[in-house]
C-alpha cells in the first residue's frame, strides 16, 4: 500500500514535501512516480525515480523546481517542490512499479494529496 501525504495550501513561492509511505518489504524493488491531475485535465506525470534512486526523471513543467528523492530504509519517497505556482494546484498521487516513467505504467497507486497554490 502507499500512503501520499504532506499536501496543503500554500501562496505562490512557496513550498510543500510531499511523502510517499510505503508498507510491505520489498519497497526497494520498485520504482516510485508522482502524478497530478488538475480539475478538468487529465493525470500527468511529474517525477519518477529508480529503485535505487539512480535514474530520475521531471516533467519539463517542473524542472529545477522539484526534487524526488527516496529512503528505502524508511520505504519512503519525497517530492521537494519549491516555487510553487497556481498551476502546481492539483491532486497529487505516487504509484509503484517495475519501470521507472512518466507514463502511467504504475501497477499500484495511492491515494491523492491535495496541493493548492494560491496566487
Known amino acids: 500500500q502507499l500512503q501520499a501525504s504532506g499536501g496543503g495550501l500554500v501562496q505562490a513561492g512557496g513550498s510543500l514535501r510531499l511523502s510517499c509511505a510505503a508498507s510491505?518489504?520489498?519497497?526497494?524493488?520498485?520504482?516510485i512516480a508522482w502524478f497530478r491531475q488538475a480539475p478538468g485535465k487529465e493525470r500527468e506525470g511529474v517525477s519518477c525515480?529508480?529503485?535505487?534512486?539512480?535514474?530520475?526523471y521531471y516533467a519539463d513543467s517542473v524542472k529545477g523546481r522539484f526534487t524526488i528523492s527516496r529512503d528505502n530504509a524508511k520505504n519512503t519517497v519525497y517530492l521537494q517542490m519549491n516555487s510553487l505556482k497556481p498551476e502546481d494546484t492539483a491532486v497529487y498521487y505516487c504509484?509503484?512499479?517495475?519501470?521507472?516513467?512518466?507514463?502511467?505504467?504504475?501497477?499500484?497507486w495511492g491515494q491523492g494529496t491535495q496541493v493548492t497554490v494560491s496566487s
Open positions: 504509484a509503484a512499479g517495475h519501470i521507472v516513467t512518466l507514463l502511467e505504467m504504475y501497477e499500484y
Open positions: 525515480i529508480s529503485n535505487t534512486g539512480g535514474s530520475i
Open positions: 510491505g518489504r520489498m519497497f526497494s524493488n520498485y520504482a
